[in-house]
T-cell receptor, first 118, second 112 residues
Framework: GAVVSQHPSWVICKSGTSVKIECRSLDFQATTMFWYRQFPKQSLMLMATSNEGSKATYEQGVEKDKFLINHASLTLSTLTVTSAHPEDSSFYIC??????????????FGSGTRLTVV | KQEVTQIPAALSVPEGENLVLNCSFTDSAIYNLQWFRQDPGKGLTSLLLIQSSQREQTSGRLNASLDKSSGRSTLYIAASQPGDSATYLCAASQGGSEKLVFGKGTKLTVNP
């Protein structure tokens, strides 16, 4: 089945630094990747949708200059949290789909990244 | 705008019991509805996907139903086991897009 690898699984960084999270589709080409964040005991909230080779589409209220998304290839998307602050501490999860197959085949999710900003 | 609600927020049952988790959504113009399992601190594992034209899907001890007209889906777990303990998330596609909207989940605890 489809596999999405997310790295790192957890990271601790100092306030003001930047952190990059990678999301890779291992056995399929991901034309579209989604980035979510999840606060404790809350649901997943979609942050942005990225399509290979084009700019990401951000959801309302998500700062695009703070959460930089790059989807340069069909197997890799990255999320960079710039100038991280403690309130950015959260669980970030990516998912991937290919050419709209998510509609018919569902979505595959990464294992998530726990970000703690101190 | 799609909104997804899951009831109950938490459920504790003895091992062996059959149980039902509920999910409701406000916009019936969905492509599909998907049930996931999330273990603490982990990502999501897809359990069942129901296309909008389908009424139910089954996998092992799991059965999910979909009633678009009433905006409801249920996840039935038969003969529950302690290993079923996790948070179960329901997600419905937002009409006309590939975006998924998630409920807050039901935290299930199956006691030995």
């Amino acid at each position: 089945g489809a596999v999405v690898s997310q790295h790192p699984s957890w990271v601790i960084c100092k306030s003001g630094t930047s952190v990059k999270i990678e999301c890779r589709s291992l056995d399929f080409q991901a034309t579209t990747m989604f980035w979510y964040r999840q606060f404790p005991k809350q649901s997943l909230m979609l942050m942005a949708t990225s399509n290979e080779g084009s700019k990401a589409t951000y959801e309302q209220g998500v700062e695009k200059d703070k959460f930089l998304i790059n989807h340069a290839s069909l197997t890799l998307s990255t999320l960079t949290v710039t100038s991280a602050h403690p309130e950015d501490s959260s669980f970030y999860i990516c998912s991937a789909t290919n050419l709209g197959q998510g509609i018919f085949g569902g979505y595959t999710f990464g294992s998530g990244t726990r970000l703690t900003v101190v | 705008k799609q909104e997804v609600t899951q009831i109950p927020a938490a459920l504790s049952v003895p091992e062996g019991e059959n149980l039902v988790l509920n999910c409701s959504f406000t916009d019936s113009a969905i492509y599909n509805l998907q049930w996931f399992r999330q273990d603490p601190g982990k990502g999501l594992t897809s359990l069942l996907l129901i296309q909008s034209s389908q009424r139910e899907q089954t996998s092992g001890r799991l059965n999910a139903s979909l009633d678009k007209s009433s905006g409801r889906s249920t996840l039935y777990i038969a003969a529950s086991q302690p290993g079923d303990s996790a948070t179960y998330l329901c997600a419905a596609s937002q009409g006309g897009s590939e975006k998924l909207v998630f409920g807050k989940g039901t935290k299930l605890t199956v006691n030995p």
